[in-house]
């Protein structure tokens, strides 16, 4: 799938037109309908190659302020916490920015470059959902596949 868009909105500094693109590749690659947004079965079908190359986007843009990475260094460190998995979701959301006095919608998001590290971008699935139980399911799957890309990229160098 082609990033292009996405490197070019990201080198201008449009962080919520290259949050909004983000989310166009991930639903056009793996959304099946009905929910809007990644559900638990869709999530395992994204392609790693899109996964690496939207992380290495905004890594690069944001000198790894934000990007996949550091969204699942962060939640490697709240599961070291022992947390439950609410719990767990929780920390993480608040860690990152996506939760104050409640869970904040994408539109409410700090669309700067110096937000909260691993703030951005917003992982389609994760939020509108928050209280079905889907929502610790996505994150969960979203960033072991996602470390699963990174171990296979490393193995095959």
Partial sequence: MN?????????????????????????ADADEGGFIGLDPVEVPTLDCALLLAIDHAWREASHGRYGFTAQGDILTAVR?????????????GTRIGWRQRGWLDASDLSYIADAQEGHLPWVPGTLP?????????????FYRLFDDCLTAHHEAR
Wanted: charged share 25%.
């Fill in 129 to 141: 959902i928050v209280s079905t139980g889907r929502t610790y399911e996505v994150l969960f799957l």
């Fill in 80 to 92: 070291a916490e022992g947390y439950g998995p609410k719990k767990t979701w929780r920390v993480f």
């Fill in 3 to 27: 990033t292009s868009a996405l490197d070019a909105l990201l080198a201008a500094g449009e962080w919520k037109a290259a949050d909004e693109e983000t989310r166009r590749l991930l639903l």
